[in-house]
């Protein structure tokens, strides 16, 4: 068995806290394994003044790190499973699915504190197409404007952008240690979360079955029930980058449970339905909620995103 291995990251903050944790956890159950952690610079943290979804898409914050594992340099990447594209590299595997953390969003306001509050026509930060078309949907007169940039930045430019109001993912504040800042958790009825949100995913060789039996343990079956439902409801929708889609899955009672929202971009369009199922059949849950959802208007929606490609300029998630 390997006593030495090499984790991939990137550098930001968040990533090295996941990196860490994962460290962490490793060497704990493992006694003796030496864990090492190394750092790649990704096109996403290359380029901060481009609008994401004019970068090209797919794999931006993780593409070096699985080329580096191609070539060996590293053994396993920790990322956030909602910045990883649902197609893998050939090679490549997804060796563990992580417990998932919060998986909502959560506005940081400390003005008005909720969203009802905030006053008419006040500003809102966020990149992701998937939060903008939300927040209009319930708050049409609300000005959504671009935020990017890692997670203390974003709070910062709160204050010296002087923004009404942010949004962010509850698990990445929480991992940081901001937590004290979120005003209020939006509901799933307000924002459905992106794809994965929350999860880790831990990738490597298909065929490095060392690493894939000593990560073996982190790997939680109600989160990766859900998480693959999840993605298989995006993927079956083109495997949509830049689109404001929604979705969360979580097993209840033994049954999964599965919801997602298609807006578009402005909000004023809002699909949203729900399917249950046993968790064994999650891929397939998530194929066929898209499949219904793509011919009860969604197919509409959709198409008058890719009419105006030009329209957008966040992320998806
Ligand atoms: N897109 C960046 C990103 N990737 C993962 C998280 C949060 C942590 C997670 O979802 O696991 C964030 C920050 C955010 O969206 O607020």
Known sequence: M??????????????LWQANYIAHRLCQYHPGLEV??????????????????????????????????LRGEIDLAVHS???????LPPGLTLAAITEREEPFDALISPKYGTLD??????????????????????????????????????????????????VLAQAGLKRLGWDDRITQQLPPDICLPAVGQGALALETRSDDSEVLALVAFLHDEDTAA????????????????????????????????????ILSLDGAAALKDRICGAPAAAEDLGRKLAQHMYVTG????????????????????
């Open 298 to 317: 969604g197919r509409e929606i959709l198409a008058g995103l890719f009419a105006r490609p030009s329209a957008g300029g966040g992320n998806n998630r």
């Open 117 to 166: 509050k905030l006053p008419h026509g006040a500003k809102v930060g966020t990149s992701s197409l998937r939060r903008r078309a939300q927040l209009l949907n319930c708050r049409p007169d609300l000005t959504v404007c671009d935020l990017r940039g890692n997670v203390d930045t974003r709070l910062r430019k709160l204050e010296t952008e002087e923004l009404d109001a942010i």
């Open 81 to 87: 499973l909602k910045d990883m594209p649902t197609e």
């Open 226 to 261: 859900a998480v693959t439902a999840e993605r298989s409801f995006l993927n079956e929708l083109e495997g949509g980058c830049q689109v404001p889609i929604g979705v969360y899955g979580r097993v209840e009672n033994g049954e999964l449970v599965l919801d997602a929202a």
């Open 36 to 69: 090492t952690i190394k750092h790649i610079v990704t096109t996403g943290d290359k380029i901060l003044d481009v609008p994401l979804a004019k970068i090209g898409g797919k794999g931006v914050f993780t593409k070096e790190i699985e080329l580096a594992m």
């Open 2 to 15: 390997k006593n030495k291995l090499v984790i991939g990251t990137r550098g930001s903050k968040l990533a």
